[in-house]
Every structure is written in structure tokens, then in C-alpha cells.
T-cell receptor, first 111, second 117 residues
Framework: DAKTTQPTSMDCAEGRAANLPCNHS???????VYWYRQIHSQGPQYIIH???NNETNEMASLIITEDRKSSTLILPHATLRDTAVYYC????????????FGKGTRLSVIA | GAVVSQHPSRVICKSGTSVKIECRSL??????MFWYRQFPKQSLMLMAT?????????EQGVEKDKFLINHASLTLSTLTVTSAHPEDSSFYIC?????????????FGPGTRLTVT
């Protein structure tokens, strides 16, 4: 079972920041928070991951609360191409452990 | 970045026939590959984990005799849906994993849409 809780759907105006929350209150000390997204009829795409510090890359920023029980993915300037289902996943840092997907958040970016 | 391909991207087959789906890691060696399926408007569901040279480990409820997985090399895994039925119609996605590929070790293919008529 997925260990995360996300809102079912969100809307965001084009050009504005999209803030996607995720609750993972049972996260273990050795588990990372990963974010992937899936655009319609495509394979999932990696976005970002983190353990306890905030992370930023060319796609997004990840803010993890100090108690690590929740996090927020931030797309700073959402475009129409960011419309997708966003999955927040917790997983131990191991290449042989599969990613277990929950239901994710369907983000609709509106012009 | 690491690239995973799948072939075919779409396939239509008749009920009772078998279909093979290939998953390839193009620029790295994948010691582990995962197979998922996704029904419309649902999330990805893990079907099985395969390690190169070993038998695949199937998730509960997935029939190993129906979904044959072969991971004979470090760059190729195949999923064969045997005696396909309309309820097997789904989007099948593979991912490949290898130590040393960096933090995000699991790379996904583009998926294969199977339609059984």
C-alpha cells in the first residue's frame, strides 16, 4: 500500500506557482521522498527526491517539513505542459526496491 | 540521462493469442527491471520484479503462468502475456534500475498499450 496521501486534483493558472502537498506521516528514517509525474499515456517521469533537506533542480523544488511527515512539490512557473498526475512516493534509497504508486494528484494547468 | 525503451508502443491482438513486450535499457545495464500495468484512470500497479539471470518475483494476485517474464540480459527484459483476454487490455510499463545510475535509480519506459479484442 502507498504510504502517502495526496489531494485528488488541483488547478493552477498558467505562469503561477503550483504547490502540491503530500502527507507521509509514517515515513521511516531511511526513506526518501520521491516525486514523479505522468503525462497522459506516457511513462512516469522523475522530478525530484529528498531526505530531509529542501531540494531544488531545474524542474521543481521540494520542501520537506522538519518532522518529515509532509512535503510540498513546487513548480515555480506552471505551464500547460505541466498538466499531469503527480505522484509522491516514499521509498528506501535502494535501486532494487520498486516504487509503489498511490493515486497521485491530477494537476490541471489552466490558461 | 538513462533511457528505457519499450516495443511495441501499441499492440492489438485477438483473444487467446500471446503477446510479447520488450523493455530495453539503452545506455546502461539494468540489474533489476520492474513491470507495472495501469488500467484507465487508475494508478500504476506493480506486477513483478525481475533480476537478471533469476526468476521473476510476482506480486500477489498476478499469475506467473499468464505473465511470463524473462530477464536474460542486463539490457533486455520481456513480458509475454499468454492466452490474452479482453480483461488483460491495459497499459504496460516497465522500469529499469541499476546501482550507480545516480539518485533516481528507477527509469521508466514509455509504456505499451495492449488491446485484446
Amino acid at each position: 500500500d502507498a504510504k502517502t496521501t495526496q489531494p485528488t486534483s488541483m488547478d493552477c493558472a498558467e505562469g503561477r506557482a503550483a504547490n502540491l502537498p503530500c502527507n507521509h506521516s509514517t515515513i521511516s528514517g531511511n526513506e526518501y521522498v520521491y516525486w514523479y509525474r505522468q503525462i497522459h499515456s506516457q511513462g512516469p517521469q522523475y522530478i525530484i527526491h529528498g531526505l530531509k533537506n529542501n531540494e531544488t533542480n531545474e524542474m521543481a523544488s521540494l520542501i520537506i517539513t522538519e518532522d518529515r511527515k509532509s512535503s510540498t512539490l513546487i513548480l515555480p512557473h506552471a505551464t500547460l505542459r505541466d498538466t499531469a498526475v503527480y505522484y509522491c512516493i516514499v521509498r528506501a534509497y535502494s535501486g532494487n526496491t520498486p516504487l509503489v504508486f498511490g493515486k497521485g494528484t491530477r494537476l490541471s494547468v489552466i490558461a | 540521462g538513462a533511457v528505457v525503451s519499450q516495443h511495441p508502443s501499441r499492440v492489438i491482438c485477438k483473444s487467446g493469442t500471446s503477446v510479447k513486450i520488450e523493455c530495453r535499457s539503452l545506455d546502461f545495464q539494468a540489474t533489476t527491471m520492474f513491470w507495472y500495468r495501469q488500467f484507465p484512470k487508475q494508478s500504476l500497479m506493480l506486477m513483478a520484479t525481475s533480476n537478471e539471470g533469476s526468476k521473476a518475483t510476482y506480486e500477489q494476485g498476478v499469475e506467473k503462468d499468464k505473465f511470463l517474464i524473462n530477464h536474460a540480459s542486463l539490457t533486455l527484459s520481456t513480458l509475454t502475456v499468454t492466452s490474452a483476454h479482453p480483461e488483460d487490455s491495459s497499459f504496460y510499463i516497465c522500469s529499469a534500475s541499476s546501482p550507480g545510475q545516480g539518485a533516481y535509480e528507477q527509469y521508466f519506459g514509455p509504456g505499451t498499450r495492449l488491446t485484446v479484442t
